[in-house]
């Protein structure tokens, strides 16, 4: 559209090593071990009967992140030790694949769902967005993802970033 050959880089929270971001959920003396979290924009009733639901079939309490102003290190420690997360946040979402849990990602196609989708294929985990809440009860929320493999391709994606920031960042 603009005439500009556009590259595509991973998002810049995957190109910081893991290791600051568990120091920084280290410093969070919150603790949601093995809870179910969840990381909703604009939660509707619907939202906290699938809580509910969820709560049940896999046995763990809810803990709504939405909820509670929380700081970045709670924020963090509770995805990074949640039993899984689900949630229509981007951000959210790439916290929970660093970090290596389970997920189920909402995504509004009328708000966009271009880099939701742009970021499973990238790591070829496509089947983790869906595009309604319902299909919660259709489906398993706790889906087998093979981090070791997603694992490599953000380190290979991470030196492509870096590449490029450092490339651009040294043009004239």
Partial sequence: ?????????????????KSKWNKLAENSNCN?????????????????????????KYNAKVVELEKFNVSP?????TIKNCKFLVTSSFHGMCF???FNKPFICISNKSKGSAR??????????????IDSIDEIY??????????????????EEQKKGLNYLKKVLEAP
């Fill in 138 to 155: 259709q489906r398993d929320c706790i889906f087998k993802i093979d981090y070791e493999k997603v694992d490599q391709r953000i380190k």
């Fill in 96 to 98: 929970a694949i660093i």
């Fill in 73 to 77: 290190e709670t924020w963090l420690s």
């Fill in 32 to 56: 949601n071990k093995n809870k179910i979290a969840t990381y909703i924009f604009h939660p509707t009733n619907k939202h906290k009967k699938v809580y509910k639901y969820l709560s049940k």
């Fill in 116 to 129: 939701f989708d742009s970021i499973c294929e990238m790591l070829e985990i496509e089947n983790q967005c």
């Fill in 1 to 17: 559209i603009f005439g500009i050959n556009a590259e595509l880089i991973i998002d810049p929270v995957f190109i910081l090593e």
